[in-house]
């Protein structure tokens, strides 16, 4: 089968070769089933998420043991089932999460991990939600608690999580703004119906969210989503209410914020960490909650899963580049299909 392999920790937007850290293979062990209840999915999409990028490059906070194949949220179709398995058949369309894996043409999956993705959903587009979308949608729905007229100011807003976000957000009823960077991202962010959005290459995000907020009688934010970190959260916090909720995401700034512990004090402030692939061990049950409401939302069209970018297994460097560059708007797919077919959705 197709895998991409990590042989050693790098920089996976180099060209592949024999000495970068990542290499194809087309002869890579199709896997066998392990247990009565495994399942092995032919993979028809797989998500690049920016914790890859950072765990190829040895910066995240699990480190797999040399070589793995890495990869985590993807869709497919049920190939093979254990003589244990009940829940799924063979040709069944699902889609999951796994440590490890996914950058393969071939998985193997306990069938208590799997989604079983409904008919009226686009098997590709399956395969960008459980990370991006689960995400977003435990932290503002589970741990925020997100309502109806609050104000949710979104940082990163163009890239996986914060499309999501944005989304997630209007499905929830908040009044939305977004902070992107650049014309081409703050169109999309606009066609997307959201309330306000910022363009930091114009100006300041102070400045633009204090003046929406006054043009329409708001006292401030209410739930802060950050998967940026840096400046750009020492900024936000200058416009969070009292009693405001702070998602902490993630670091694609690179830099860690210091949150103040007396400034929290003061103001009530509620600092959540989300690491949503702890749920997995710790509370499964609200993954699964989560992701029955999400294929809810994307069978309604409440949501939807903008792809900006596809590519085949083997241009996996391309990838990882449009995810260190910042070029994507939404998501960046790994696919086993016609790539023809897939631009022509994009």
């Known amino acids: 089968m197709e895998a991409l392999i990590c042989n050693q920790i790098g920089d996976p937007t180099l060209p592949i070769s024999d000495t970068s850290p990542i290499s194809f293979s087309r002869s890579h062990p199709i896997p066998s089933l392990n247990s009565p209840t495994a399942i092995r999915i032919r993979i028809k999409a ?12 040895g910066k995240y906070q699990e480190k797999p043991s040399l070589p793995f194949i890495p990869g985590s949220d993807y869709s497919g179709v049920v190939e093979s089932v254990g003589t244990g398995v009940s829940k799924f058949k063979i040709g069944d369309r699902v889609c999951s999460v796994a440590s490890l ?22 098997l590709v587009a399956a395969g ?8 977003s949608h435990v932290a503002l729905v589970h741990r925020a608690q997100l309502g109806s007229g609050q104000v949710l100011l979104v940082l990163g807003a163009a890239g996986g999580v914060g499309v999501s976000a944005v989304q997630i ?9 977004a902070v992107a960077r650049g014309a081409e991202k703050v169109q999309f962010l606009e066609s997307l119906g959201i309330d306000h959005v910022v363009d930091l ?37 200058k416009l969070l209410n009292w009693g405001a909720n702070i998602l902490v995401i ?3 700034s690179g830099d860690v914020p210091v949150i103040p512990a007396n400034i929290a004090l003061v103001k009530n402030w509620t600092v959540h960490g989300l690491y949503w692939g702890s749920y997995t061990i710790h509370q499964p049950h609200v993954l699964y909650d989560s992701m029955k409401e999400l294929f809810s939302w994307l069978v309604r ?13 083997s241009q996996a460097s391309l990838a990882f580049s449009a995810i260190k560059e910042r070029k994507a708007i939404g998501k960046v797919m790994i696919t086993f299909e016609d790539h023809e077919t897939i631009k022509s959705k994009l």
Not at 46 to 57: K, R, V
Not at 104 to 121: Q, R, S, T, W, Y
Not at 128 to 135: D, I, N, R, S
């Open 101 to 122: 894996g996914s950058f393969a043409e071939f998985i193997i999956a306990d069938e208590k991990d799997l989604f079983l993705v409904p008919d009226g959903c686009d």
């Open 250 to 252: 993630g670091f694609a």
């Open 201 to 237: 290459s114009k100006g300041s995000i102070i400045e633009s969210v204090k003046g929406f907020l006054k043009a329409r009688n708001l006292k401030g934010v209410d739930v802060l989503y950050d998967p940026v970190g840096g400046k750009l959260t020492k900024e936000s916090m």
């Open 301 to 313: 069209g409440l949501i939807t899963i903008h792809i900006s970018h596809a590519y085949s297994l």
């Open 169 to 177: 957000g209007k499905v929830c009823g908040a009044i939305v703004i």
């Open 46 to 57: 797989t998500s690049l998420n920016y914790a890859n990028y950072l765990q190829i490059l």
């Open 128 to 135: 960008a939600l459980p990370v991006a979308f689960g995400t």
